[in-house]
């Protein structure tokens, strides 16, 4: 079986972390696996990726429309692989991540398999404000989040993969949502899996621990105000996904309603209980935010909501 392990790229900034993920991807590849890093058509940036993986197995192609969407279409349209897989450029791979996320494909019912996001924090360590609850902040996985393999309603962007075949039943991703440059509208990896469950039906994204990437969170993530704007902007952007899908949000979101009620009788209650004040307001004023964003959403164009 082979792999097409797609990459998108749209500043240097990320430099010193794409090629820790490339060194730690090259030697799981073995021949089974290619790599795709998909470049925006900026000069700078093209010209500079091709010198730093001149002599390293990866093929470099130029995406002439803005947008990690429009990346990934491109890289599924130029990949050769049974298996599309999807990597953060900021998001580094364990030794033995290639084979665990290949292995449940053995499985003719999974179409899709997800593997369990670690935040990396670029400076100190895991602010005592932020729980782990608000992970998915940062595009990690989070406190709530089953801890073994289970089927799930989506998987993340920053470590997912999908049979080839999906994508011709259901489509490419929405360029309509999802990162341009710093700018975003969330959800474009929920969006594309909640399309993908209506097609297929329940139970075939897997989610795996075992293959495992570290995301590294650089420090303008990690403070308060970052952390209550992707609350807002999550919340917006469940809205457009609500409305995506003909506003059926207790069949389509039901995964951000079990957390939500995992917060009220769990997460928020057992942070007071534990004296953790701040994570405790942190988890009050995200919860109010992401509702105050899904209403205003609703209610309005994304462009004046955010």
Same mark, same amino acid.
Not at 166 to 191: C, H, L, M, Y
Not at 217 to 234: C, D, F, G, M, N
């Given at each position: 079986?082979?792999?097409?392990?797609?990459?998108?790229?749209?500043?240097?900034?990320?430099?010193?972390? #794409?090629?820790?993920?490339?060194?730690? =991807?090259?030697?799981?590849?073995?021949?089974?696996?290619?790599?795709? #890093?998909?470049?925006?058509?900026?000069?700078?940036?093209?010209?500079?990726?091709?010198?730093?993986?001149?002599?390293?197995?990866?093929?470099?192609?130029?995406?002439?429309?803005?947008?990690?969407?429009?990346?990934?279409?491109?890289?599924?349209?130029?990949?050769?692989?049974?298996?599309?897989?999807?990597?953060?450029?900021?998001?580094?791979?364990?030794? &033995?991540?290639? &084979?665990?996320?290949?292995?449940?494909?053995?499985?003719?019912?999974?179409?899709?398999?997800?593997?369990?996001?670690?935040?990396?924090?670029?400076?100190?360590?895991?602010?005592?404000?932020?729980?782990?609850?608000?992970?998915?902040?940062?595009?990690?996985?989070?406190?709530?989040?089953?801890?073994?393999?289970?089927?799930?309603?989506?998987?993340?962007?920053?470590?997912?993969?999908?049979?080839?075949?999906?994508?011709?039943?259901?489509?490419?991703?929405?360029?309509?949502?999802?990162?341009?440059?710093?700018?975003?509208?969330?959800?474009?990896?929920?969006?594309?899996?909640?399309?993908?469950?209506?097609?297929?039906?329940?139970?075939?994204?897997?989610?795996?621990?075992?293959?495992?990437?570290?995301?590294?969170?650089?420090?303008?993530?990690?403070?308060?105000?970052?952390?209550?704007?992707?609350?807002?902007?999550?919340?917006?952007?469940?809205?457009?996904?609500?409305?995506?899908?003909?506003?059926? &949000?207790?069949?389509? =979101?039901?995964?951000?309603?079990?957390?939500?009620?995992?917060?009220? &009788?769990?997460?928020?209650?057992?942070? #007071?209980?534990?004296?953790?004040?701040?994570?405790?307001?942190?988890?009050?004023?995200?919860?109010?935010?992401?509702?105050?964003?899904?209403?205003?959403?609703?209610?309005?164009?994304?462009?004046?909501?955010?």
């Amino acid at each position: 079986m082979e792999a097409s392990i797609i990459i998108s790229a749209y500043t240097l900034e990320r430099l010193p972390d #794409l090629q820790d993920a490339i060194d730690a =991807l090259e030697p799981q590849l073995k021949g089974r696996a290619e790599i795709l #890093l998909i470049v925006e058509d900026e000069k700078p940036l093209v010209e500079g990726l091709k010198i730093e993986f001149s002599n390293r197995p990866v093929n470099i192609l130029v995406s002439s429309r803005r947008g990690v969407t429009a990346a990934r279409n491109l890289g599924i349209e130029k990949s050769t692989g049974d298996i599309i897989i999807f990597l953060d450029d900021d998001a580094v791979p364990s030794d &033995t991540w290639l &084979t665990e996320i290949l292995a449940p494909y053995s499985n003719p019912k999974n179409m899709g398999v997800g593997g369990n996001i670690y935040p990396s924090w670029k400076v100190g360590s895991r602010p005592e404000w932020f729980p782990t609850e608000l992970d998915w902040l940062i595009g990690s996985f989070y406190g709530g989040h089953p801890k073994r393999r289970a089927y799930v309603r989506n998987i993340i962007g920053a470590n997912m993969s999908f049979r080839r075949e999906v994508f011709d039943v259901v489509g490419g991703f929405s360029t309509s949502i999802g990162a341009i440059g710093k700018k975003r509208i969330a959800g474009d990896d929920s969006e594309f899996c909640m399309r993908l469950r209506k097609a297929y039906g329940p139970n075939h994204i897997l989610f795996i621990p075992e293959a495992r990437v570290e995301h590294r969170v650089p420090p303008e993530r990690q403070t308060i105000k970052h952390s209550l704007k992707r609350a807002y902007i999550e919340g917006v952007s469940k809205a457009v996904i609500a409305r995506m899908f003909e506003g059926k &949000t207790t069949q389509n =979101l039901d995964t951000e309603f079990n957390h939500l009620i995992y917060l009220a &009788t769990k997460g928020i209650p057992g942070k #007071l209980k534990k004296g953790k004040i701040g994570q405790f307001i942190m988890l009050i004023l995200c919860t109010s935010l992401v509702l105050l964003g899904y209403m205003r959403g609703s209610m309005s164009m994304v462009r004046e909501a955010i």
